[in-house]
């Protein structure tokens, strides 16, 4: 099994910026990827962005790409993701998960962290 926890959340007001990190433990080696979702109230959790564990290689939704980064310290079992110049629709929880394969949906996904909480006042 793999364990993620979050951290990093906060409230922020448009156009600034959080960083949130997710560290792993357990049975890390059966990591591919590490994503980030998200889910605001009466939504579907949807796809924010990705990292192979290996390679280091990122994806992005549309939705974030310029704004965010991902990025992770294979040492330290840690992956953290740069939220710049955020928005109102930014708002949501943001979840860590671990998944064997390359995925950008929750089901393909198969261990999940507890979630932190991002406001964006506008």
């Known amino acids: 099994q793999v364990q993620l926890v979050e951290s990093g959340g906060g409230f922020v007001q448009a156009g600034g910026s959080l960083r949130l990190s997710c560290a792993a433990s357990?049975?890390?080696?059966?990591?591919?990827?590490l994503g980030w979702f998200r889910q605001a109230p009466g939504k579907e959790r949807e796809f924010v962005a990705g990292?192979?564990?290996?390679?280091?290689?990122?994806f992005f939704a549309d939705s974030v790409k310029g704004r965010f980064t991902i990025s992770r310290e294979y040492a330290k079992n840690t992956v953290w993701l740069q939220m710049n110049s955020l928005k109102a629709e930014d708002t949501a929880v943001y979840y860590c998960?671990?998944?064997?394969?390359?995925?950008?949906?929750?089901?393909?996904?198969?261990?999940w962290g507890q979630g932190t909480q991002v406001t964006v006042s506008s």
């Open positions: 998960a671990s998944s064997p394969d390359i995925s950008t949906i929750p089901g393909g996904y198969d261990y």
């Open positions: 357990g049975g890390t080696f059966s990591i591919y990827t």
């Open positions: 990292i192979m564990w290996s390679s280091g290689s990122t």
